[in-house]
């Protein structure tokens, strides 16, 4: 089994997993099909199948475009979402095979989305396992709770992510890391391993390389997000529960101040994943809140201000917090 990261947009993964044997290939929400299609053949493999995670457009919005370029090719996507171009829907359970050595088990982890899929890999060769956790489960974080609740993401994180081998190699759907890892010390300032996975995903980010994989066992040592279990966790916030410190995490992750970098816009709780706020819209001359953090919307109320960034066209985005979070907008010029 061999798996080929795809940077994509601002700071989005998608995925090769290539069966060696047979040269078969998934891909994992091929965002922006060309380059997945030339990342492909430059290692002479074909792809048979897409595995989209969930439906937020920046992980979707590639499937039917690699559908035209890929006649006949399957589009995997959880029943409960509404996923672009899906043609097969599977769920909790679902097992699906690539080429000969290639084991596929889908796995619903919802919150972020409700039909959110993670798609656990094993190959018949003594490989470590994988798992493609889209945006329930980063480095060092977790997603927003856009369609669920604090209980079901300790569901998807702590149980469901938790039970896999702590082997288990994990490719999440963003490069958050570094700024992840901020949070986490602000929460567990004397984590050492969070100390040391910070001064290395700093380096690898300064050398232009990606910080993933990671693994299910160093997640339970450096995310705070699953080490709700812990009682030294739970009484930093006040919590009697697991389900309740993950809430307060969360709340807490989200209300974490920091600077957008831009003309001066602070944007409390978003300073981590600030490129989904701009990204184009599927509507000509719009441009969406949605992707990995958040919900597609043109909602009237909506904050208007004329930004130019690298790699977009002139805009006028439109600004809002999802009303699932509390993040505020404060313009300061």
């Known amino acids: 089994m061999k798996i080929i990261p795809v940077a994509c947009l601002e700071d989005n993964y998608a995925y090769l997993i290539v069966d060696e044997s047979t040269k078969s290939a998934a891909a994992v929400d091929p965002v922006e099909p060309e380059k997945v299609l030339a990342a492909a053949a430059e290692v002479g493999v074909r792809i048979d199948c897409v595995l989209t995670t969930h439906h937020h457009w920046d992980h979707a919005g590639g ?26 829907q599977v769920e909790n359970g679902t097992e699906l095979s690539l080429g000969k050595d290639i084991e596929i088990l889908c796995l619903h982890t919802p919150c972020h989305t409700k039909g959110h899929i993670s798609y656990y890999v094993t190959s018949k060769e003594e490989e470590d396992p994988a798992v493609f956790t889209g945006d329930t489960l980063f480095i060092a974080g977790c997603g927003r709770f856009f369609e669920g609740t604090a209980e079901q993401m300790y569901q998807s994180l702590c149980v469901t992510l938790g039970s896999l081998p702590k082997p288990t190699q994990v490719y999440c759907g963003h490069e958050y890391t570094v700024k ?53 966790i739970q009484a930093k916030f006040g919590a009697k529960s697991p389900v309740e410190a993950l809430r307060e995490v969360r709340k807490t992750k989200d209300n974490w101040k920091g600077t957008f970098g831009v003309v001066g816009v602070t944007l409390n709780g978003w300073e981590d994943e600030p490129a989904n706020w701009l990204k184009p819209s599927c509507r000509p001359g719009m441009t969406s ?27 006028t985005p439109a600004f809002a917090p999802p009303s699932s979070s509390p993040a505020l907008v404060t313009a300061g010029f």
């Open 63 to 88: 499937n039917e475009k690699m559908a035209q370029s890929v006649p006949g090719i399957k589009v995997y996507g959880g029943s409960l979402d509404n996923v672009k171009g899906c043609t097969d």
């Open 180 to 232: 992840n890892l901020k949070f986490i010390l602000t929460v567990e300032p004397d984590n050492e391993k969070v100390k040391q996975k910070l001064e290395w995903a700093q380096k690898q980010r300064e050398a232009n390389q990606p910080t993933i994989p990671s693994t299910i066992g160093e997640e339970f040592e450096t995310n705070t997000f699953m080490r709700v279990d812990l009682p030294e």
């Open 289 to 315: 809140l949605g992707g990995a953090n958040g919900p597609n919307s043109t909602a009237a109320g909506l904050l208007a201000l004329p930004f130019f960034f690298p790699g977009l066209a002139s805009v």
